[in-house]
C-alpha cells in the first residue's frame, strides 16, 4: 500500500468531524436495487421510490414480471425512472439468467476485483455501483468513487487534475488506511455536501484547507 499522508489526515479529520459509522447492512441485491435508484437524486428521493417499489411489489420476482410503466409509476420520485425501469428489468433477468435465482449472494466468495467486473458486465451498473454494494452489503474494505468523492480527491490533488471517477477509484483505493474505506466515504459525502460543495465551498471552515491544492480555493 502506498501510504499519502493527506488521505490518512482526511480520514482521521473527517472522523472527528462526522464520526465513525455503522449502517444497516442490506442483502446484496437490495443493495443494488437501491444503489440503482440512488443515481441523479437525493437520498430522501431515493429511499421514497425504494419503499414504495417494495410497497407495489414485495418480492423482486414480482418486478421482474412487472410491465415496466408500473415500475416506472412506483419509482417516479427517484426521477429518470423511465430508464431507472428499464434497466432494473433487465439487471433482474440477467441476475436470474447467471445465478439461477433473484440474488446475487455468490458474489460473497468472490474476490473484489472479480466481483466488481461481472456486476459491470451489465449496462447501468458502473463501479461506483458495484463498490457500493460490496463495501455496504458485503463489509468490503472499499470506498466507492461517487462525485462528490471523486470532485474532493481532485480538490485535494490526491489524483491528477481530469482524472475520471472510475480511474480515482483505482488511485485512491490503496492509500486508504486499512479498514477505513466505508467511513471514509460515508465522511467524503457529509464533507462534500456541507463544507467542500459543488458550488461555493466554504473553504473558509475547512479542516483540510492547508491540503487543498485547487487553484479557485478561497483565501482565509
Ligand atoms: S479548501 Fe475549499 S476547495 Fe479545498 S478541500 Fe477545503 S472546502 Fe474544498
Known amino acids: 500500500m502506498k501510504a499519502n499522508k493527506s488521505i490518512v489526515k482526511a480520514i482521521s479529520v ?14 446484496p441485491l437490495d443493495e443494488l436495487i437501491l444503489t440503482l435508484l440512488s443515481q441523479n437524486t437525493n ?9 414504495k417499489l417494495r410497497q407495489c411489489f414485495p418480492s423482486w420476482e414480482e ?3 412487472a410491465d415496466v410503466g408500473e415500475i416506472e409509476e412506483a419509482i417516479r420520485t427517484a426521477g429518470l ?29 468472490m474476490p473484489n476485483e472479480e466481483a466488481i467486473q461481472l456486476l ?9 455501483t458495484a463498490a457500493v454494494v460490496l463495501a455496504f452489503a458485503l463489509d468490503r474494505d472499499l470506498c466507492p468513487v461517487d462525485t462528490h468523492v471523486h470532485r474532493i480527491s481532485l480538490r485535494l490533488g490526491w489524483v491528477e487534475k481530469k482524472t475520471s471517477a472510475e480511474a ?3 488511485a485512491i483505493q490503496p492509500m486508504i488506511t486499512e479498514n477505513k474505506s466505508a ?7 457529509k464533507f462534500g455536501r456541507n463544507i467542500c460543495t459543488a458550488r ?15 487553484e479557485n480555493k478561497l483565501e482565509r
Open 200 to 214: 461555493s465551498p466554504k473553504c473558509g471552515d475547512c479542516p483540510l484547507w492547508t491540503d487543498c491544492k485547487w
Open 183 to 189: 467511513t471514509f466515504h460515508l465522511n467524503l459525502l
Open 168 to 170: 480515482t477509484y483505482h
Open 120 to 128: 459491470t458486465s451489465q449496462k447501468g451498473i458502473g463501479v461506483k
Open 81 to 109: 425512472s423511465k430508464q431507472k425501469s428499464a434497466r432494473m428489468k433487465v439487471i433482474l433477468n440477467w441476475v436470474n439468467d447467471t445465478f439461477g435465482e433473484l440474488s446475487i449472494d455468490a458474489v460473497r466468495d
Open 63 to 65: 418486478v421482474r414480471n
Open 14 to 27: 473527517l472522523e472527528e468531524l462526522y464520526g465513525v459509522h455503522i449502517w444497516k447492512r442490506k442483502n
Open 43 to 51: 437520498d430522501r428521493n431515493r429511499d421514497n421510490a425504494y419503499n
